[in-house]
């Protein structure tokens, strides 16, 4: 091996990480401009249906393939992916339909729905990924950067930016939710890229984005509940309304939005028990 070749191997880990980064960021700027090109494609519904399609077929294809790793039997493999399936299919079937029906309006209840559907699934599911063992089993099997790669589709997040731009979307909502998310979606490849390397350093840069990632959503939650109609509301009043409960929005608060949260936690309890596997064979 020569000594420029060497050097060339040396740096291909960062040169991967940037070039995934450069992958991320033409990402966003496509979903940008697809969505300044047809301004009322957005708005039909039509994206929502096909990305929230594309990314449950995506999350579920990719469960059965982290569980082909595992050691478990068949049986076992189809049992855990079934517990996965049936809930998270059955939380979709039923948040859309009242999304489209409006049922997560702001005043349409008495009790406001639309929090019930972003908190109830992660207070549910957050204790079960944390500790069941076989979740454990099957993250120590996965590869680390699937779980991160897969939240570039936190780019579409964009479209709160392009909202505030069209003065449809209140800027104290738009700004914060809208940058977070696109620099989520924007950096998650890269991450991914850094993490899949098996470096200290790789774990630890997953480890602030899965931080940020979360930052950003509790950001978002807030910032949308306090600058929607309803009694939490302070912020744009007599302004634009953020339109958080309307549908084809609101499929990102009630299903999205915890949907990410849990791939954050799985995630961080994949690097910590990486990071804890490492430090017991240092």
Known sequence: MTIASAGREAQDPHLTTFSLLLAGIAIGVAFMAINVAFPGLAPTGIPTILIRVALHVLILSGL???????????????????????????????????????????????????????????????????????????????????????????VFGGVFLLGWINGLVPGVFALPAGTGDMLTGLAALSVAGAVASGSASGRRAAMMWNLFGLADLTVAITMGALSSPGPLQIFNIGGPASPIGSYPTVMIPAFAVPSSILLHVLSIRQLMRRRERASLSA
């Open 64 to 154: 059965w393939l982290g569980l082909a790793r595992t050691d478990f039997s068949p049986a076992r493999r189809l049992a855990i992916w079934l517990a996965f399936v049936v809930p998270f299919t059955l939380w979709l079937a039923i948040v859309w339909p009242l999304a489209l029906n409006g049922a997560f309006e702001p005043g349409l209840a008495g009790i406001p729905r639309l929090p019930i559907a972003i908190l109830g699934p992660v207070i549910v599911g957050a204790p079960l990924l944390m500790f069941s063992r076989s979740v454990g089993a099957l993250l120590d099997a996965m590869p680390a950067s699937w779980l991160i790669a897969l939240q570039v589709y936190r």
